[in-house]
């Protein structure tokens, strides 16, 4: 499986920005998809997940970031809307077998697959 993540750039607080991951290699029939991010200086954390039709997403988010899927595609999406300085960070997108999210979709250890990472600066 190759996740490719895309769709990152400069952006003014308070701007919008969709990011993209398209999975290569595998259906989403079983497996689920998420978006981390990792700021300088600071840890990787969960952003958002999305398991069939459930949806997850961190409290710093949550009512500003929205995630979607097209199966057809095999491509997970991540609406960036209200975008604040303190979300600049390089994200990453990742899947793992659906098995994985019985206990939780927010643990990096949930997935087995990793992308590349893309770059969001929310900077006037």
């Known amino acids: 499986v190759q996740l490719q993540a895309s769709g990152g750039g400069l952006v003014q607080p308070g701007g919008s920005l969709r990011l993209s991951c398209a999975a290569s290699?595998?259906?989403?029939?079983?497996?689920?998809m998420g978006w981390f991010r990792q700021a300088p200086g600071k840890e990787r954390e969960f952003v958002s997940a999305?398991?069939?039709?459930?949806?997850y997403y961190s409290d710093s988010v949550k009512g500003r970031f929205i995630i979607s899927k097209d199966d057809a595609k095999s491509t997970v999406y991540l609406q960036m809307n209200r975008l604040k300085p303190e979300d600049t960070a390089v994200y990453y997108c990742?899947?793992?077998?659906?098995?994985?999210?019985?206990?939780?979709?927010?643990?990096?250890?949930?997935?087995?697959?990793w992308g590349q990472g893309t770059l969001v600066t929310v900077s006037s």
């Open positions: 990742a899947g793992g077998p659906s098995r994985n999210f019985a206990n939780t979709p927010r643990y990096a250890s949930t997935y087995t697959d």
């Open positions: 999305i398991i069939w039709s459930a949806t």
């Open positions: 290699g595998r259906t989403f029939t079983n497996y689920g």
